[in-house]
């Protein structure tokens, strides 16, 4: 679940021709994973670079809320919602579109430390830099 604004169309695809689309896991067809862009409507205030494939690619989630900085985090806790109500999975992973996430690197770390049912990392994962910087939450499907 990757956290974003309509202004960051750019990164979008930069996400989507590096980390999210690699193939980390090729030597193990067990492991799969796919990403989810959340962005909120766009702020009627504003004007924005609108790319025309976000507003219907199958990897943009777009909620209810306007865009904006203040109302970040009711986005976050809607996202979570909407994943955990609309998407099988066993992990959720959070992070901001500013983020580079070494995919290899987290299912051993992660998967070594999620011994419940109800996994959080926040502090934890950054501070023990298993998978980089900007890494705040992870949850198990059971929450």
């Not at 004007?47 to 976050?76: Q, R």
């Not at 996430?101 to 926040?122: H, I």
Request: glycine residues 4%.
């Amino acid at each position: 679940m990757i956290v974003s604004s309509w202004e960051n169309s750019l990164r979008r695809d930069y996400i989507r021709k590096t980390w999210a689309t690699y193939h980390w896991f090729s030597d193990n067809p067990s492991m799969t994973y796919s990403y989810k862009f959340v962005v909120s409507q766009p702020d009627p205030n504003r004007s924005y670079a609108i790319h025309p494939n976000d507003l219907d690619s199958p990897d943009v989630i777009i909620s209810d809320l306007t865009e904006h900085y203040y109302l970040l985090d009711i986005k976050v806790m809607w996202a979570f919602s909407h994943v955990l109500l609309n998407h099988k999975f066993d992990y959720i992973l959070k992070c901001d579109d500013d983020t580079f996430v070494n995919l290899w690197r987290l299912p051993p770390k992660l998967l070594a430390k999620a011994n419940t049912d109800y996994f959080y990392g926040g502090k934890v994962l950054e501070t023990h830099n298993w998978a980089g910087e900007g890494i705040k939450y992870a949850a198990g499907s059971g929450m």
